[in-house]
């Protein structure tokens, strides 16, 4: 069974494996300290939201590092509420660009590059997210060609198809181009059990967050209203972010697999 046979397209209703029992299993072994020493690092996202709860505090030492952290969104985030009776799903898209805006700025860093493909749709979307990750590269090249570049990515084998398709993508340029590649797990996190012979542990490196940077990291993410709380009280309008979800990606270490 793959990862997107274990989460596919469906909302999360259960609580999966605990925040208690992923930090006693990774608080128990060592972990490779992740070091980022690119000049340039794109940053992929397959929604509004992943790049700052998967990566916010890499994201924003590097920015604060001098490395020129270059923000994507490949889809429009419309597809977080199907059925809403409040928010059509152009309303939704725009207030979750608005909400990146607002993450970003408190990392510190420049607003997204966005793209707005479909929401749920970007396993088929290669080409034209192959086009414009090739360009992002071709455009950073050609302002520095001596600087070195890196791609961080949400994780290839993640669980979600959207993340997925983007991890793949990422995989294939960094592999053609000879890009350092990191990729960070977001719902991985939720259907793993620790110790999983599924994923690649050998590959895991960590980042320690200091408690100013995960500070600042919590004060990002609650820029994400549309996702934290209910747009309405109908059922299609609540909480995506749920608390035990978001603990899970709050910790004093963030991790990705390279």
Not at 156 to 163: A, F, N, S, V
Request: aromatic letters at 6%.
């Amino acid at each position: 069974m793959t990862s997107s046979e274990r989460f596919g397209a469906a909302p999360i209703d259960e609580q999966g494996t605990t925040e208690a029992q992923w930090q006693s299993w990774l608080s128990a072994r060592e972990w490779p300290e992740l070091e980022v020493t690119v000049d340039r690092l794109i940053v992929l996202a397959a929604h509004p939201d992943d790049e700052v709860l998967g990566a916010g505090g890499m994201m924003l030492a590097a920015a604060a590092a001098g490395i020129d952290v270059v923000p994507v969104c490949l889809s429009d985030g419309s597809g977080s509420h199907p059925g809403s009776p409040t928010m059509s799903p152009g309303e939704l898209a725009a207030r979750r660009r608005d909400e990146l805006d607002v993450a970003l700025e408190v990392l510190g860093i420049g607003r997204s590059r966005w793209f707005g493909l479909p929401d749920g749709g970007l396993e088929l979307e290669h080409d034209a997210m192959a086009s414009i990750i090739n360009d992002i590269v071709d455009d950073t090249c050609g302002e520095s060609p001596e600087a070195t570049l890196g791609v961080l990515a949400v994780w290839e084998h993640d669980g979600h198809p959207d993340h997925e398709a983007v991890g793949r993508c990422a995989r294939e340029i960094a592999n053609v181009r000879g890009l350092q590649l990191w990729q960070y797990p977001i719902w991985m996190w939720h259907w793993a059990i620790p110790d999983d012979l599924t994923i690649p542990w050998d590959e895991l490196r960590r980042y320690r967050l200091s408690t100013t940077s995960l500070a600042t990291k919590r004060t990002a993410i609650s820029a994400f209203d549309t996702q934290l709380n209910p747009l309405s009280p109908d059922p299609a309008d609540q909480p995506v972010l749920l608390p035990h979800i978001l603990d899970r990606l709050t910790r004093t270490h963030e991790y990705v697999f390279g």
